[in-house]
């Protein structure tokens, strides 16, 4: 992870949270006082990681750290009081946000900070691996509608325009979906 957004309704508390996190060689540390604050700032940035300190002036940080886990693609670490950590983790958990009660231990933020990255890095793979399965399908869909031309247009079978677009895709070396662009290039208007 390379960036973090603090928002903490304490200067101290922005402190000592970006020194807990220096260690880790955040490329960019950003801070804001403020709910508002912080969704401004998300206006014209993005963050691997969030790190709400409860509570803001103007609301708990909850809603915050809901609105941030399930909009954006960053992991979200929700500091609360001892006193309500059980409740506010119960509820977090089910939408996917760490926990931390305070006082800040250094060994359990660490740890929090890691699940976060584990998490951040498992979420960037299966976006991943989601792209190619689009971009697959996104394939089949453009083939197929080759396909059909070659059969409406040239009276092709179904086998017969399989077996043409595989063939000009070997014999050219280009791929099946390059055949079949040329194919849509050139039979539709």
Do not use: C
């Amino acid at each position: 992870m390379d960036s973090a957004l603090i928002v903490s309704g304490t200067k101290k508390g922005i402190a000592q949270i970006t020194e807990l996190l220096t260690p880790a060689s955040f490329g960019r540390i950003t801070s804001a006082a403020t709910a508002g604050e912080a969704r401004r700032t998300l206006a014209s940035a993005d963050f691997d990681l969030y790190i709400i300190n409860s509570p803001l002036s103007d609301e708990t940080g909850e809603a915050l750290a809901y609105w941030l886990s399930e909009r954006l693609s960053g992991e979200v670490i929700f500091i609360v009081r001892t006193e309500i950590f059980e409740e506010a983790s119960d509820r977090a958990s089910e939408r996917g946000v760490i926990t931390l009660p305070k006082p800040i231990n250094r060994a359990a933020f660490w740890s929090a900070v890691r699940m976060a990255n584990a998490a951040h890095n498992r979420f960037n793979m299966m976006r991943r691996e989601n792209m190619k399965l689009q971009q697959k399908i996104e394939d089949i869909r453009i083939i197929d509608r080759a396909k059909l031309i070659l059969i409406s247009r040239l009276s092709m079978t179904e086998p017969e325009a399989h077996k043409y677009i595989e063939k000009q895709a070997m014999d050219m070396r280009i791929t099946r979906r390059a055949v079949a662009d040329g194919i849509l290039k050139t039979h539709e208007y």
